[in-house]
Structures are given as structure tokens and as C-alpha cells.
């Protein structure tokens, strides 16, 4: 368990970045590389260190929402309130699904369930019905937490314990409970050691759910408070999505270092602009964000009047680094689940702009308590620069999953001599290590794919696809679009006689998977190409996919205004969905928030006109978008007249 980078009251001085470490004894040129050791005889908390802040400094502001503020008193009191109400029904080991977005709301009910001994996790405050059912018959699960609008029917219909936790703010729940439903036989317990929980996608068409100890993320959080100088007086930004594990960094990141958490509005994560006016208005001074929200502001001039000294970026590969004129320090963090968020970092500051080149700035070296090692197929490290599978050992290894075979198969013993290193974790991602023990990531060994920074298994979303009557197969391929970005195409045969459309197939899926998830369309296909073995030849596929498509390309009509051509055109490129049309819903023919923030995007350079991100989700089609497109203009030349 990790010491506090500082004493509460106490602020630390900039430190500089974690430089590669060295390949360990006797292994020579090997691809090993460790982290920095953590430190000795650390004995304080997680959930110690934020009781310390609320005893010293009661006063201090733990949440600013807007208007809206609460002091580190008034959050311990409230979950001090909580544990109250939820003492004899919850106890350590219980699994407690949380089902509430970036609030005082969900900070009180984290340190709630940390008091209790139970396990955090996080399901997002909107999420998908079938998935949470096919959650909660799969793990034991002792209650849910949330509006009860959002909850599973089996939950709407239990009993309900309500909880009196903070309101207001931008994503106010309104009314919560806990929601006491039976675990049916056979679901699985998690380990009375872990502290929290994240879910990421199976291979068998089912979530699996990783479980992280204390002790792993405090070691995270002492690097974390040590590489940002996080203290008293900054402001941390809440802005991942709560399913994710990044949440939890950020979450408790404040809460152990004094600082006062801010909850992101939803819309400016679909909104570049939206989100560097937030970071400004809100002073925030430490972030946490998804490369592909943030990879956009690095090709443009960095914003003017941020006090942002520390933006910690991850989910997905970056592809680009900061200019000269980005005033924060960035960090390329790579690290899955698994390993407890964050494994490997580079860090990039404006004096080093043009240092290295242009080009994919590497993933960086281990944090403290991390051993990287590059294997061969025979699970050995190679030499340095070889390619080969990254496996992660040390002490920031998750216990596991909560499954205990699934993890025995993907946690395993080391294939060579690694002195303190009892278990490695087989990424499946493949990199390469220069003779500095710097990584580079090179892409995925399997077929696993990311989008928008979340890991997504194929097989995940055919399995849902499949779940409907109507489908008799369905093929998931992640071809790359001619913007660069990974979108997801579902091929699917239909059963004999039916006609479903490609569109009801999208709005049916959305119950069973996250956002991410959901393919950007739908193919309905007669029959798929097969290899020379006989096994259906995913490649074909994915090139089929991205292929520039032309004969289903809808016609925009001669009387169409310069609005709707310029959000059609859009539309169509962004998505790869030619036959796109001017009544189609954005959201239920694939888009998503990153490519929303796009699309936003693209409509400002080609039109003059820049919508926010409240307004265009408002729009019920893309023929309203485009009307408010035309209005904009018009008034703008009428002002210019």
C-alpha cells in the first residue's frame, strides 16, 4: 500500500518525469524494463488518506459543479450518512453496481462503499438494460445504486433502500436508491480484498469484470500525486466516463491530495471547443482525458488562458505530439484494465516540440511497482527492438478477473528468470522496446480493437447482433476510415424470410453493449468470402468495408440547401455510410461521441458555423442540424451586411 507523495497540508515540488529503468541484473539486452520501486513501508489508505483531508482541512472545497460546491466535511458527512443506511445489507467483498454519472452524487457513494469494505463498480449512468441484466446474473451483485428510471426491470421491481446523497450539479440524478434484488445461483463473488471493479468486453459475448486491491491503485495514485504535484488549491477534472477505469483514478486522485474534484457537463465531451472552454471557466489545473477527445487540439493553436499544467491522456494510440505552444506538460499513458489503469507514460513538454521527430510519440516506461516485459511467442523476453507481446508483472497487477479460470488463462506464471515477478498478464498487444527500455506500441496481436479508448471485442458485439431472431450470422471487422479513425462494420446474414433492416439491428444492439460498442453500420450481406481454410476471411471483409462505396450512395436533391449538403457530406465521410440521409437520427445510425466532436468539427470549417454540443443533440434529424447550419449563415452575412 503506497505512502502520500506529500503530508496533508504539504505541497510537493515539480517532479521530474519517471525515466526509463534499466533492464534488471543478468538480463543483458533483454526486453525487461521496471519501474521505480515504490515506497518502503508504505501503510496509509486510499480511503485513509481522503479521511486525513476531511480531518485537517473541512473546509476545503472536495467538489465545484458550476455553482454548485461541497467541502470535504460535508462529503464525509454525507457518506458517513450513507454507510448508515446501508450497514447489515452490505459488507465486505459485496459487489455494489453504481449507476450515476460525474457528481457529488457518486464521490459520496465511492466513499461510502470504501467504508463498507465493498466493492466499487462502476456501470455509467445510462447504461444498456440487457447488459446490466446479463451483469447481474453473471456476478453476485449485491445492490445497485442509481435513479431508479435507469435500473434493469428485475431492480425497478426489488426493494429500494432510498439514499439521501448530495444534489445538483450538471448531472444531477435526482432521487437515488438501492435497489436489493436476488443473485441467482451460481454468480460470482469477487475476492473480500478487492476494492473496486471495472467491466471490459468478453470474447464470449458477456462483460467480464477485472478486480483491483487497494494497495494497487494506492501505488498509482502516489505516482500520480508525485508526477502532477496534485495539492491542495488545484482542481481536478472528473471527465471519463464513470464505466471506465480512468474514473477511478481521477476520482480518488483528488480525494487523496486535498484538491477539489470538478465534474465535466456531458456535452463538452462530445465538443473540443466546449471542452477547452470548460477547462478554462472551471480553472482546472490537472486532466485526465481520451486520446481521441485530445488529439484534436494538438493540431490546432493551443488555447489561450488555461492554467491546465498536466493533461494525462490514454484509451487509445496517439498519433501526434504537442506544438511548441501547448503550455501543459502531456502524457502518453498506455495501461489496461488489468493493470490497474495506467502502466507505462511518456510524458511530452513544449521544450522537447520537435525533439524526436514527427511521427507516433512512444508509450513510454514503467510506473512504479511495474515490470514490462516484451515476449516471443514462447512467452521469453526478446532482445531489445524486436517485436513481441507485451506482459506486465509487479505489483500494480489487478487481482484478476472474478472469474478464477478465465484468470488463470490470461495471468500467468513468468517464462524466464524475473526476480520478484510471480505473475505476468498477457496484453495481447504488440509493441517493441528500444535499447533505452522506451516502448512503442504497434497495434494488437488478436482481433481486439479500440474505439474511442475502449477495448472492444468483436465477438462481443456479434453475440449481440446474433441474440436477434432475425440475424443467422454476423462478422464484426474495424476497418479504418479516410480520416484515420477505427469504426466498427457489422456484416450480417439474415435467417430465411426475414427482413431486417440494418438500422433496427443498430437500435436493438444499443441495449446490450456501451456506446462504443455499437457499429457504425450495418451490412446485410447473402453469404460471407471464406479463406482457404475455410473460415471466413475477416481481411476480405474489412477491405470490403473500407472501400470508397459509391453505388449506394444516396442523392442529395437539386433543391437542397448549402446546410444540409455540407452536414450530409459530413455525415456520410465521418460514419463510411453513403446512404446516409437527411431524416436519419444521428445517434441511431452510429454516431458516437468522439465522432460527434468531428463532425462538430467539420461543419465549422466547411460552413462558418459553430454548433455546441447541447443544441445539436437536441436536433431530432439531420435535417433540423442542417436548417440550424443555414440559419447561422444567414445571420452571420446579415450582420457582416
Not at 344 to 352: I, L, V
Not at 529 to 545: F, I, W
Request: neutral net charge; glycine residues 10%; proline residues 9%.
Amino acid at each position: 500500500m503506497s505512502r502520500p507523495a506529500t503530508s496533508p497540508g504539504t505541497r510537493p515540488t515539480a517532479p521530474s518525469t519517471v525515466s526509463p529503468a534499466p533492464a534488471s541484473p543478468g538480463s543483458g539486452a533483454l526486453s525487461v524494463a521496471h519501474g521505480p520501486a515504490s515506497r518502503e513501508n508504505a501503510t496509509t489508505g486510499v480511503l485513509t488518506l481522503f479521511e486525513d483531508w476531511a480531518r485537517r482541512t473541512p473546509n476545503a472545497l472536495a467538489v465545484i459543479d458550476g455553482d454548485r460546491t461541497w467541502t470535504y466535511r460535508q462529503i464525509d458527512t454525507a457518506a458517513d450518512e450513507a454507510v448508515a443506511v446501508l450497514r447489515g445489507r452490505v459488507g465486505a467483498g459485496d459487489l455494489i453496481g453504481v449507476c450515476l454519472d460525474r457528481s457529488a452524487a457518486l464521490v459520496v457513494t465511492a466513499v461510502a462503499i470504501a467504508r463498507l469494505g465493498a466493492v466499487y463498480l462502476p456501470l455509467g449512468p445510462r447504461p444498456g438494460e440487457r447488459r446490466i441484466e446479463a451483469v447481474t446474473e453473471d456476478l453476485d451483485v449485491t445492490c445497485l445504486i442509481g435513479a431508479p428510471a435507469v435500473l434493469p426491470s428485475r431492480h425497478r421491481a426489488a426493494e429500494h433502500i432510498a439514499l439521501a446523497l448530495p444534489d445538483g450539479g450538471a448531472n444531477a440524478a435526482g432521487p437515488v436508491v438501492a435497489a436489493f434484488a436476488p443473485s441467482p445461483p451460481g454468480a460470482l463473488r469477487a475476492p473480500r480484498e478487492a476494492f473496486y471493479a471495472v467491466l471490459t468486453s468478453g470474447s464470449t459475448g458477456r462483460p467480464k469484470a477485472v478486480v483491483v486491491a487497494e494497495p494497487a491503485l494506492g501505488t498509482l495514485l502516489d505516482w500520480y500525486r508525485a508526477e502532477t504535484g496534485l495539492a491542495p488549491g488545484d482542481r481536478q477534472s472528473l471527465l471519463i466516463g464513470v464505466a471506465f477505469d480512468p474514473h477511478l483514478l481521477e476520482l480518488w486522485a483528488g480525494l487523496t491530495s486535498g484538491a477539489a474534484l470538478v465534474p465535466a457537463p456531458d456535452d463538452v465531451r462530445w465538443d473540443t471547443g466546449a471542452l477547452t472552454s470548460w477547462w478554462r471557466e472551471a480553472a482546472v489545473s490537472v486532466a485526465v482525458a481520451a486520446t481521441p477527445m485530445v488529439e484534436p487540439l494538438l493540431e490546432q493553436p493551443w488555447p489561450h488562458g488555461l492554467v491546465l499544467r498536466h493533461l494525462v491522456v490514454g484509451g487509445d494510440r496517439m498519433r501526434r505530439r504537442p506544438g511548441a505552444d501547448v503550455t501543459a506538460t502531456v502524457h502518453n499513458a498506455y495501461g489496461p484494465a488489468e493493470a490497474t489503469v495506467v502502466t507505462t507514460t511518456y510524458a511530452m513538454r513544449a521544450a522537447d516540440a520537435g525533439a524526436e521527430g514527427p511521427g507516433a510519440p512512444p508509450i513510454g516506461a514503467p510506473v512504479p511497482g511495474v515490470t514490462v516485459v516484451v515476449t516471443g511467442s514462447d512467452g521469453r523476453p526478446v532482445p531489445r527492438g524486436e517485436e513481441g507481446e507485451l506482459r506486465i508483472g509487479g505489483s500494480g497487477l489487478a487481482l484478476g478477473y472474478v472469474d478464477p479460470e478465465l484468470t488463470a488463462r490470461r495471468f500467468t506464471a513468468p517464462g524466464g528468470d524475473l526476480p520478484g515477478v510471480d505473475r505476468l498478464y498477457r496484453t495481447g498487444d504488440r509493441v517493441r522496446m528500444r535499447p533505452d527500455g522506451t516502448l512503442e506500441f504497434l497495434g494488437r496481436l488478436d482481433n481486439q480493437v479500440k474505439i474511442s479508448g475502449v477495448r472492444i471485442e468483436p465477438a462481443e458485439v456479434e453475440a449481440a447482433l446474433e441474440r436477434d431472431p432475425a440475424v443467422l450470422g454476423a462478422v464484426v471487422t474495424a476497418p479504418r476510415g479516410p480520416d484515420g479513425a477505427v469504426r466498427l462494420m457489422a456484416h450480417v446474414r439474415l435467417s430465411p424470410g426475414s427482413s431486417a433492416s440494418g438500422q433496427a439491428l443498430l437500435t436493438a444492439v444499443r441495449a446490450w453493449l456501451p456506446e462504443q460498442a455499437v457499429p457504425s453500420a450495418v451490412r446485410i450481406v447473402d453469404a460471407f468470402p471464406l479463406d482457404a481454410n475455410g473460415k471466413v476471411d475477416r481481411g476480405e471483409l474489412t477491405r470490403e468495408a473500407a472501400a470508397p462505396d459509391t453505388g449506394d450512395r444516396a442523392e442529395v436533391q437539386d433543391g437542397a440547401t448549402p446546410g444540409e449538403r455540407i452536414v450530409l457530406d459530413a455525415v456520410r465521410d465521418l460514419l463510411a455510410r453513403p446512404a446516409t440521409v437527411l431524416t436519419d437520427d444521428f445517434r441511431m445510425i452510429g454516431g458516437t461521441s468522439i465522432v460527434a466532436a468531428r463532425l462538430l468539427t467539420v461543419i465549422e470549417q466547411r460552413s462558418g458555423v459553430r454548433l455546441r454540443a447541447p443544441e445539436f443533440l437536441r436536433q431530432p434529424d439531420l435535417r433540423a442540424v442542417a436548417a440550424l447550419v443555414d440559419r447561422r449563415r444567414e445571420s452571420a452575412r446579415g450582420q457582416g451586411a
